[in-house]
């Protein structure tokens, strides 16, 4: 009889093809699997990440990354040196068309509020009837304060302490300018009490408006040092910027010579010219507006601080002169020894030779010493006509000595006059130095910042363009 054939040992010994490795419920292996949590996502930092580590595994990767470390670090060259360059053009620009005439109108301001004193005192001793061109000058120079308070409103930030000179100004001038009124209404009437407003109107004058503007002439010379000494700041970063893109340029073509032999790649090349060219400017564009303003600030600002101590030192001493015949000695020191004008008349005439010697020191050229040796001569003979006329008051000619101070022969007010226009002569000039060296400094810093941008726009194309080359020859 037939039997069918039976199944291999082996086959047998193993079981069913599909018998589950395992025993146990149907179905327990899927569910199992459905309950295990899915693989954690992947952040975009990760994901990039491991792009980059796979690009760098070949060459040509390698050589795209660093295609893009040299673009980039060629544009942040540009772009920080031009906004540093930018900035540097700017502050200089504020330094000559802003910070410089603040405070030489600050400076002005205090002039004329002290001139106007002066002439004041003056008019009033010339008699009951002032002089017209007394009148006249105090006229101008008090509209000449009130112009220059304006302007100054106008340009000074609305806090700090320009502002609260200028708001303090605003109200004691109109205050001053009444007691002067009262006091020349009180003496064209020939009363006494003319005299006691007309020293109301100086306390005024020299207790708070002159103080105020002395501050104020203070808080515009400080920002303009502030100013100077930005525009004057080496670009540090841009210039770090600098060194390392050129760092980097030269480190990936040495990596490109040790690899290829090539001694040159234009393109590298290009962008390696285009980043010393964008520093080499910046430096020493830097370095010429740096030596500009500091001319600029040796040879102009110091004198012209110095000159205006000079002039507003004559302008005190002037005033106090007036004063000393309106009050006749009634008006003493705190140790009641000596007449208090006076006393400040010699204090104001120290103060202005002192600042004539500092200013002659100062003064580079012939055009700059002739005036303050003019004005020099001039104050010496203010000291002897000034003293000639005190001996002639101490011996009771009045009318004496007041001609000596007021009178329109060789007296006090003319030498003062002298003194005064040599002074203002001295101030032009140094102000045309100031202005010429701050501007050559401007002019430095023109077209830089435009200039930088874009030769860092094109140094990172040609670093671009370099490893395209040399990507192309692996395709």
Not at 10 to 28: D, E, N, Y
Not at 449 to 469: E, S
Request: aromatic share 4%; net charge positive; charged share 25%.
């Amino acid at each position: 009889m037939t039997h069918p054939p039976s199944a291999p040992a082996s086959t047998a010994a193993q079981g069913p093809a599909h018998a589950p490795a395992h025993p146990g419920v149907p179905g327990q292996v899927s569910r199992a699997s459905a309950a295990a949590p899915p693989p954690p996502a992947r952040g975009a930092w990760a994901t990039g990440r491991e792009v980059l580590r796979a690009a760098a595994r070949t060459e040509p990767g390698r050589l795209r990354v660093l295609g893009a470390v040299l673009a980039l670090l060629v544009v942040a060259l540009g772009a920080v040196a031009g906004l540093e360059a930018a900035d540097r053009a700017a502050t200089a620009e504020d330094v000559v068309g802003r910070s410089q005439p603040l405070s030489a109108d600050a400076a002005a301001l205090y002039r004329s509020l002290a001139d106007a004193d002066s002439t004041a005192a003056a008019g009033f001793l010339a008699g009951i009837l002032e002089p017209a061109d007394s009148r006249a000058r105090y006229d101008r120079d008090i509209a000449t304060a009130s112009r220059l308070l304006v302007k100054a409103a106008a340009n000074t930030d609305g806090s700090g302490a320009s502002a609260r000179e200028i708001t303090t100004l605003n109200e004691l001038l109109p205050r001053y300018t009444g007691l002067v009124e009262r006091a020349r209404a009180a003496n064209r009437q020939g009363l006494p009490l003319g005299g006691a407003y007309l020293r109301y109107a100086n306390q005024e004058m020299t207790t708070r408006l002159l103080p105020a503007a002395e501050r104020l002439y203070a808080a515009e010379t400080a920002r303009l040092h502030r100013d100077d000494d930005g525009a004057r700041a080496w670009p540090l970063l841009g210039l770090g910027a600098g060194v390392l893109a050129l760092a980097a340029l030269a480190w990936a073509q040495r990596r490109e010579y040790r690899r290829t032999h090539r001694v040159f790649e234009r393109g590298l090349l290009a962008a390696t010219a285009a980043t010393v060219v964008a520093l080499l400017w910046l430096t020493g564009a830097h370095t010429v507006a740096r030596t500009g303003l500091g001319t600029a600030q040796t040879e102009g600002q110091r004198s012209l601080q110095v000159l205006n101590e000079a002039r507003i030192s004559s302008l005190k001493a002037r005033a106090n002169e007036n004063l000393t015949q309106v009050a006749r000695g009634a008006v003493l020191t705190e140790d009641g020894k000596r007449d208090k004008y006076e006393a400040e008349y010699e204090t104001g005439m120290a103060a202005l030779t002192d600042a004539l010697a500092r200013a002659s020191r100062f003064a580079d050229d012939e055009a700059g010493r002739a005036p303050l040796a003019e004005a020099t001569a001039r104050a010496g003979e203010w000291r002897a006509r000034h003293a000639a006329a005190r001996d002639l008051g101490e011996a009771g000619d009045y009318p004496g000595a007041l001609d000596r101070i007021i009178g329109p022969g060789p007296s006090a007010g003319r030498s003062f006059d002298q003194v005064d226009a040599a002074l203002e002569r001295a101030l032009a000039h140094e102000q045309d130095e100031f202005t010429r060296s701050a501007r050559g400094a401007v002019r430095a810093l023109t077209g830089l910042p435009v200039g930088a941008a874009v030769l860092g726009a094109l140094g990172a194309l040609c670093a671009v363009l370099g490893i395209n080359r040399r990507l192309s020859e692996y395709r």
